[in-house]
């Protein structure tokens, strides 16, 4: 899981502002994923993608939106849409079926 | 729909002891079974895995059993240490069945080691 960063490790996002977060990985795994964790809680979906130029809705995925135009990125925006955003992102790649995650970014809303 | 429930929520230890962790799955089609341990604040690390053919794995003081007529898999620490206290996660995906590999997580369990 080395081979898959995330950036920032902290943000801070006012009211009504749209946020990007990075994945990226250099582990040339065709699947990845993004999950939301609130403190004391497990991982929940958000979107995944299986190949470029594809991707799926996960369990919670109103208020974000992703793309994947490379195999080795896939971003997270937060909209302003996503009432209560504030929680710790962790984007996952996969081969085989094995996932690994990336490091996360902590988002806070002001 | 999918589901897995994990249990128990938390567990204490003493120090050497053993500590199981379980959890059940609804999908019989679920093939492969990773366990996450999660340190605080730091991203989850996949620490053993099973697949459908096997009914038991072990690595070192980690030990994963899988029965698939009962639909539960277990997770058993044995000679605990405090630098095992983390919280757990168990998951299961139906592996090449499902192409996007799309892993279903239990709630997490939150081991403590006594020392």
């Known amino acids: 899981d080395g081979g898959i960063t995330q950036s920032p490790k902290y943000l801070f996002r006012k009211e009504g502002q749209n946020v990007t977060l990075s994945c990226e990985q250099n582990l040339n795994h065709d699947a990845m994923y993004w999950y939301r964790q609130d403190p004391g809680q497990g991982l929940r979906l958000i979107y995944y993608?299986?190949?470029?130029?594809?991707?799926q809705k996960g369990d919670i995925a109103e208020g974000y939106s992703v793309s994947r135009e490379k195999k080795e990125s896939f971003p997270l925006t937060v909209t302003s849409a996503q009432k209560n955003p504030t929680a710790f992102y962790l984007c996952a790649s996969s081969f085989g079926g094995q996932q690994f995650f990336g490091p996360g970014t902590r988002l806070t809303v002001l | 729909g999918e589901n897995v429930e994990q249990h128990p929520s938390t567990l204490s230890v003493q120090e050497g002891d053993s500590a199981v962790i379980k959890c059940t799955y609804s999908d019989s089609a679920s093939n492969y079974f990773p366990w996450y341990k999660q340190e605080l604040g730091k991203r989850p690390q996949l620490i053993i895995d099973i697949r459908s053919n096997v009914g038991e794995k072990k690595d070192q003081r980690i030990a994963v059993t899988l029965n698939k007529t009962a639909k539960h898999f277990s997770l058993h620490i044995t000679e605990t240490q405090p630098e095992d206290s983390a919280v757990y996660f168990c998951?299961?995906?139906?592996?090449?069945?499902?192409?996007?590999?799309?892993?279903?997580f239990g709630s997490g369990t939150r081991l403590l080691v006594r020392p």
């Open positions: 998951a299961a995906s139906k592996g090449p069945g499902d192409s996007s590999y799309k892993l279903i």
């Open positions: 993608s299986q190949i470029v130029n594809d991707f």
